[in-house]
Structure formats: structure tokens, C-alpha cells
């Protein structure tokens, strides 16, 4: 018998998550009862300075600080980081974890961001 597991939120950042978009992945996961999976994405961007090792300690500062926020309303978190593409990283991270129902990623990172800056996406995976 398979055993049911909660299902996730996948929030899909690079190395910075947004306040507007920590306060959104927060409350429709203590809406909808839903664990949250940090996927930092990417490679480092050309715009970024700083080391490899300096953007690791970002990318954890990041994490910790939302893990934190997300414990005090009782929502467990996951960080993991990929340095593929977010769409290659999304599918592999997808592909290890069936139970992610929703995927949140900032506008301003996608295609009209002009037009949608401040926005996010929420996207809801439905199961077969």
C-alpha cells in the first residue's frame, strides 16, 4: 500500500527570494496544507559579482531566513539547488518529487516581464 505524502509547492528562485513572493508561497501553502520545496536555479547570472562561494552563502542565508518564517506557520520547507536551466532543474525536481501539485516563479524572471513586474505565477500540476 502506498503511503500519502503531502503534497509540495515547488517556490523556483535563483539565488534571491523576493519578500512578495515568500509572503505569496507562504500563505497558499497554509492555505492549501502544502509543504514547500526552494529550488535555486541556474547558473550564476553575468549581472552577479561575488564567488561561487559567496553565492552559497546567499543561497543558504535565502533559505534560512524563509525556512524560519515558514516553521513559525508550521509549513515544512525543502531547499535544493540545481545549476541547470529553471525548466531543466523544474522537470528533474518534478521527476523526483510527484507529489509537487503547484509551481510559483517570479514574473520577472519569465517571457513579458515588463508588462507583469511584481507578479508571480502560480501553476498547478495535475496528476494523471
Not at 507562504?26 to 559567496?54: C, M, N, T, W
Not at 510527484?98 to 514574473?107: A, G, W
Amino acid at each position: 500500500m502506498k503511503s500519502k505524502t503531502t503534497p509540495k509547492l515547488a517556490l523556483v528562485a535563483q539565488d534571491r527570494l523576493p519578500e512578495e513572493l515568500c509572503d505569496y508561497a507562504l500563505e497558499v501553502a497554509v492555505r492549501l496544507d502544502l509543504d514547500i520545496i526552494i529550488l535555486f536555479a541556474g547558473e550564476k547570472s553575468d549581472g552577479q559579482s561575488g564567488s561561487a562561494e559567496e553565492q552559497k552563502q546567499i543561497i543558504e542565508e535565502q533559505a534560512a531566513a524563509f525556512s524560519a518564517r515558514a516553521w513559525r506557520k508550521s509549513v515544512q520547507v525543502t531547499t535544493v539547488v540545481d545549476v541547470a536551466e529553471p525548466e531543466t532543474a523544474l522537470k528533474r525536481l518534478q521527476k523526483g518529487n510527484p507529489d509537487v501539485c503547484f509551481v510559483l516563479t517570479s514574473s520577472e524572471h519569465g517571457p513579458g516581464s515588463s508588462r507583469l513586474a511584481g507578479r508571480h505565477r502560480l501553476t498547478v500540476i495535475r496528476q494523471e
